[in-house]
């Protein structure tokens, strides 16, 4: 080998940039050990000195001439891939037997790749090494010693792959931070509040919500919930499970659960995990409340961009918050992911408590691939689990402890809340039939399968009828609830027409609810929106067959299980039972994992990442033309993708089917802001209807007649 270090050069650079002197542009060495430092601070916890030596290196290849070359000329094209620089570090890796590394350093800007092919690829690079110790590498930079590997992963290959995704995160996060402090000149978010003033701050909040609620049953039964979380909150880190009936007061228990056990242990964060997007905002709102604007963070999946440039490297979010709000989608998608920007918050799961809402909701067709990476943080990362719902299902995670002393008391206490009428025959109600009653009601509630049902269903009921779907920003949605809860309380007139998603940490009241046949969790969670505080004698649950089957799926599946209870007369969705009984009908006919973990044991990243689809058909995101979110997107077109930028979006985004997307794009209606994320043209801001349905258009689309005019 040539000689190490040699070159000439006086000073090598990360990043140039544009328009300003070399003395200002990014010293490498500043770049690799600044990365180093922070990558350790991620890493340390659960690999000491892993994430220094993926800092130090993953950039070694910049002290190539071809690199200082380029940047001088273009300084977007490292990011591009004019001229390799990620394949030394990892070449470097290889050199000292540390494959794990290799892959790690290799994906820092493209993503993850799978062991066989990257291998193949680092074995053609090997002069590139050559070349970077002839033209400048420092030799105490590759004479760093290796750190031993932890004990715990042993010839586990899914727990190295799960271990290289989490090294992976902390060398992104690291690298995004420093390059983010050189080209935007910030430094790191304001600091945010301790977890122990935020408990405090928790329980003054829940301490007047209790002692301001009547004195009821059910605020009895909340008040005992979220004594026993208080109390369990002491006990060793491990999963945890709360089982409490809808309307048990479980949003906000289980995080004073989440801040006591976290504080109580030494723990860093709380990440809550709800299943649906349409619900985020609503409790990523009462946690404000309680906690404070700055100290929440709500992150889902709409607008994570895809594309590596710069930009959005910078602006994927890491998850440098006390609490964080995100959907189920947005946290196990990441878990498996190979994307830089989907992989860069993943190290601030490690020493954390993540509380699951609802968690029936996972996707059966995923559960063994859910169960294999929860327990794996459990037993090597130092996190602590809760799983709430009224519905626990068994995701065999061993040594669960139940947080509610007597979950049969507690149900016991909701039993005569709500009258649950189910349907005598099989016959399908009408649309025109179900309308005229909800006509003849004052407050009602009807919940439908499919979003197209509930548009049809709204109209027929009147012009009166509110309707909620996720066609609706969660700014829309959110205001919309407001309005209904105002009624309700008021005694007003209130006849809504919703999808599903009020059915999961929606906190609405009515005397009466309707729902279409769905699977029986469904069906509880729909009850628990009827009678919800038992200030009436009774409530009326009334279940129906739908002209339409729910969409083809895990829905249909799981409306299939609960009809053959109902055939023989055993779906009591007032009895805990039920539901042990049905998520063991409705797991035993679907496939648990499609690849994922045969994928994870040949470190086949790509496949794994592709095989682990929560939702089959994502479509892209599109900004709302809706109180703010004109303006917002506006902002973004005039001064670029940042986090904080995307963050004050979320609340106008929905997603919209490609086919959508495609009929809005060639009708020239919308336009891209970045990647995925798109934003209405001025002129055809009707295709979304700000007073009842949301996105939504018959025929053609064409510009506003107004906006034709000169």
């Known amino acids: 080998m040539s000689s190490r270090g040699g070159s000439g050069q006086k000073e090598w650079h990360a990043h140039s940039k544009e328009g300003a002197p070399v003395e200002e542009w990014h010293r490498l060495v500043e770049h690799l050990e600044g990365t180093a430092r922070q990558a ?35 300084p977007e094209a490292h990011v591009r891939g004019k ?15 540390v494959q794990p590394l290799a892959l790690v350093i290799a994906g820092h800007h493209g993503g993850l790749g799978d062991f066989e092919g990257v291998r193949a690829r680092l074995a053609a690079k090997r002069g590139l090494l050559d070349e970077a110790w002839r033209e400048g590498l420092p030799e105490w930079v590759g004479a760093q010693a290796v750190p031993p590997a932890p004990g715990w992963i042993g010839s586990d290959k ?9 090294v992976f995160s902390a060398l992104v996060d690291a690298d995004f931070l420093d390059t983010e402090r050189f080209h935007e000149g910030v430094e790191r978010d304001l600091p945010r509040a301790e977890l122990g003033v935020l408990l405090e701050r928790l329980e003054r909040h829940a301490g007047e919500k209790e002692a301001g609620a009547p004195t009821t049953q059910v605020n009895a039964m909340r008040a005992r919930i979220r004594r026993a979380c208080q109390e369990k909150a002491r006990e060793a880190p491990g999963v945890f499970t709360l089982t409490a009936p ?69 602006a994927s979010e890491n998850w440098d918050a006390p609490v964080i709000v995100t959907t189920s989608v947005q946290l196990f998608e990441s878990l498996y992911a190979k994307q830089t920007s989907r992989c860069r918050k993943l190290h601030r799961i490690a020493r954390s408590v993540v509380v699951f809402d609802e968690v029936q ?27 709430c719902t009224a519905t626990q299902p068994a995701l065999g995670l061993n040594g669960a402890r139940e947080i509610v002393p007597d979950v049969k008391q507690e149900f016991g206490v909701v039993e005569g809340r709500c009258q649950v009428e189910l349907p005598a025959g099989r016959a399908p109600t009408g649309w025109e039939e179900l309308a005229g009653e909800l006509r003849e009601r004052e407050q009602v509630l009807a919940i439908v399968n499919r979003r197209d049902d509930a548009e049809t269903l709204a109209r027929l009921a009147g012009e009166d009828c509110m309707h909620l779907s996720a066609r609706m ?28 998603l009020v059915e999961a940490g929606v906190d609405v009241d009515f005397p009466e609810v309707f729902r279409a046949f769905a699977g029986a969790d469904s069906l509880a969670q729909a009850a628990g929106r009827c009678n919800r505080e038992g200030l009436r004698e009774t409530g009326r649950l009334r279940v129906f067959f739908a002209e339409k089957e729910p969409p083809a799926g895990i829905l249909r599946t799981a409306a299939q299980r609960a009809e053959g209870m109902w055939k023989e007369g055993i779906l009591d969705l007032r009895a805990p039972g039920t539901f042990q009984e049905y ?25 794994a990442a592709e095989k682990f689809r929560m939702i089959e058909e994502k479509g892209e995101a ?48 919308i336009e891209r802001l970045d990647d995925r994320l798109w934003t209405v043209v001025p002129g055809f801001g009707h295709v979304y209807d700000q007073r009842r349905f949301g996105f939504g258009w018959k025929g053609p689309v064409a510009a506003d007649p107004e906006a034709l005019i000169a």
């Open 622 to 669: 599109v900004v709302a033309p809706y109180g703010d979110g004109q303006r917002r997107a506006e902002e973004v077109q005039r001064q670029g993708v940042s986090r904080e930028r995307l963050r004050r979006l979320q609340p106008y985004v929905v997603n919209l089917y490609r086919q959508e997307i495609g009929e809005l794009e060639r009708a020239g209606a």
């Open 158 to 166: 899914r727990k190295l792959a799960l271990w290289v995704r989490m």
């Open 83 to 97: 001229v390799d620089h990620g394949s030394v570090g990892a070449v470097l890796a290889v050199e000292k037997r």
């Open 246 to 314: 809808t309307g048990g007061g479980k949003t906000l228990s289980s995080l004073e659960f989440a801040l006591r056990h976290a504080v109580e242990h030494q723990l860093r964060r709380v990440i809550v995990v709800i299943p649906f997007t349409s619900i985020t905002e609503q409790t990523a709102k009462e946690y404000r409340q309680a906690l404070g604007e700055e100290n929440v963070v709500e992150h889902h999946s709409g607008l994570d961009p895809d594309k590596e440039t710069r930009r959005n490297r910078l």
């Open 361 to 387: 909701t996972f996707p059966p067709r995923l559960l063994a691939p859910i169960g294999d990476v929860l327990g794996n943080l459990v037993a090597d990362y130092g996190v602590s689990l809760v799983f």
């Open 583 to 607: 998520f063991r009908r409705l797991y035993a006919v679907v496939e648990q994992d499609p690849g994922v973990l045969a994928a994870e044991r040949e470190l086949c990243f790509e496949q």
């Open 40 to 74: 350790e601070e991620f890493a340390g916890g659960f690999s000491p000195g892993w994430g220094r030596l993926a800092g130090l290196w993953h950039d070694v290849g910049k002290y190539r001439a071809a690199f200082q070359e380029m940047i001088r000329k273009d």
């Open 473 to 500: 920003c969660a700014a829309h949605r959110s205001a919309v609830l407001e309005e209904v809860k105002r009624r309700l309380k008021a005694g007003e007139r209130c006849r809504v027409v919703a999808t599903q």
